[in-house]
């Protein structure tokens, strides 16, 4: 499921590092140009000094008044060398130099410039014309440095900017994301309390104080509100209707009865009326009425009520009903609808069975799997689909209208189920019975 909170947060991502990147781009070359134009001013200023002590005797040999004085310049093939020519003899060197020479071609136009060393090295020249002794006679001084060592500054240079990038990156991205998340904590209660809502533990939304939220949370709870008012008007004309159509019909068999007519097949056409439109009715509450946020039920008092009501129902029958459900076993949905079907499995599986009908349910594998069972005679193979079609009756002499397994079918449905049926251990019959909701699946059978 995509998130919001995600694909802002990689949007921040994507944009700090673009970001940075540029930044560093930026940053890497200013500080490379500043510390090359630092070398470079490092080196004018021994160019510089070696100049001002630069002077020619009265005989007009070549003097210098002041030698360098670094270290580096005495280390022979340093990469630190000075020299000092006047018509492209050399005048003086530094010791670093020994016997050689700096080959700078003199079409350089620039005071600096990059040449090969004595040993092929990258050097990093600067070239200064000067004026020496009485007259003054042109000289030229020129002073290196190992480039790599402008290179290793910059290098270095780059790696702390890098790394203080990605401590204000890193940051800037937790800043961001604890900033969005506050930011979406409204959504994301009222997300919670949406569930809670469609579990039935609570009846509104509560508003959030930002205005960006509340109205939504207020449409919210206007559609629950109106969606109530119709399931209860639903309900209530449902109510009605089976009022106006089982009064004229109770007459009917009443007036029968009065009349003294004992045909069989009046009375079951009578029967079997009502128990259409019982179905009809039961049809319409649970597809328009069908509520929007269900309950948990704890399915051991349903079945107990159900055990109970169905012995009663059958008091010549001397069937055992045993009853086997945890106490946390739960069904997620409406009461009447858990009552109905396992009012139906349990009837049906009574009527057929010798001894016993077994109700199970249990929690497994992230599902609920209810079981009802009796040791009858069963369904063959090639009839079990024919019962779950509306009037079809394999036996016409128990009493029934066929519709109770098609109504089971339909409550299954309803919840985005299965129905199967198999063979009981005992050999009766077994429907199994599957219901998708957020808990997962319901199973029974009967």
């Not at 402008?150 to 780059?158: E, K, P, S």
């Not at 049809?283 to 051991?300: F, H, K, M, N, Q």
């Not at 069904?331 to 057929?352: H, P, Q, S, T, Y």
């Amino acid at each position: 499921m995509r998130s919001i909170e995600r694909r802002a947060l990689v949007a921040v991502v994507v944009s700090v590092l673009v970001g940075l990147s540029a930044m560093a781009i930026v940053a890497t070359r200013s500080i490379a140009s500043a510390i090359e134009r630092e070398f470079d001013g490092l080196l004018k200023d021994v160019a510089s000094n070696i100049a001002a002590s630069s002077d020619f005797t009265s005989a007009g040999e070549f003097v210098l008044t002041r030698v360098p004085d670094q270290e580096e310049f005495d280390r022979q093939r340093s990469g630190w060398y000075w020299m000092v020519t006047a018509d492209d003899a050399v005048l003086s060197r530094s010791r670093s130099l020994w016997t050689e020479r700096l080959r700078i071609d003199n079409e350089f136009a620039q005071p600096t410039a990059t040449v090969n060393g004595p040993n092929g090295e990258s050097l990093r020249v600067n070239i200064l014309p000067a004026q020496a002794g009485q007259p003054p006679r042109s000289i030229k001084v020129v002073v290196s440095a190992p480039a790599a060592n402008m290179q290793n500054d910059v290098r270095n240079a780059v790696v702390q900017l890098g790394i203080i990038l990605s401590i204000v990156g890193t940051l800037t991205v937790a800043a961001i994301a604890i900033v969005l998340r506050r930011a979406l904590s409204p959504l994301s209660r009222s997300a919670i309390e949406v569930e809670r809502l469609t579990d039935g533990s609570i009846a509104r939304l509560s508003t959030t104080g930002y205005r960006e939220v509340d109205p939504l949370v207020k449409a919210v709870n206007e559609l629950m509100t109106s969606t109530r008012n119709i399931v209860e008007q639903s309900r209530l004309g449902s109510a009605n209707l089976a009022h106006a159509l089982r009064t004229p019909l109770a007459a009917l068999r009443t007036r029968l009865a009065l009349m003294g007519q004992s045909d069989a097949g009046v009375l079951e056409d009578v029967a079997r009326i009502e128990g259409q439109i019982d179905h009809h009715l039961r049809r319409v509450r649970r597809v328009v009425g069908a509520p929007i946020a269900s309950t948990r039920i704890r399915v051991r008092g349903v079945a107990d009520d159900v055990s109970l009501v169905v012995r009663k129902s059958h008091p010549d029958r001397r069937v055992e009903i045993v009853v086997d459900v945890p106490d946390d076993v739960t069904f997620r949905g409406e009461r009447e609808d858990l009552e109905e079907l396992l009012c139906i499995l349990v009837d049906n599986a009574m009527k057929w069975a010798n001894a016993r009908v077994e109700l199970n349910a249990r929690h497994h594998e992230n599902k609920l799997v209810m079981t009802v069972g009796d040791d009858g005679p069963g369904i063959a193979d090639d009839q079990r689909a024919l019962v779950l079609q509306p009037g079809n009756r394999l036996d016409e002499s128990t009493p029934g209208t066929g519709l109770g397994l098609f109504i089971a079918r339909e409550i299954v449905g309803i919840y985005a189920g299965r129905i199967e049926f198999s063979r009981s251990v005992p050999g009766g019959l077994l429907v199994s019975v599957e219901f998708q909701s957020p808990d997962g699946v319901v199973a029974g059978r009967g």
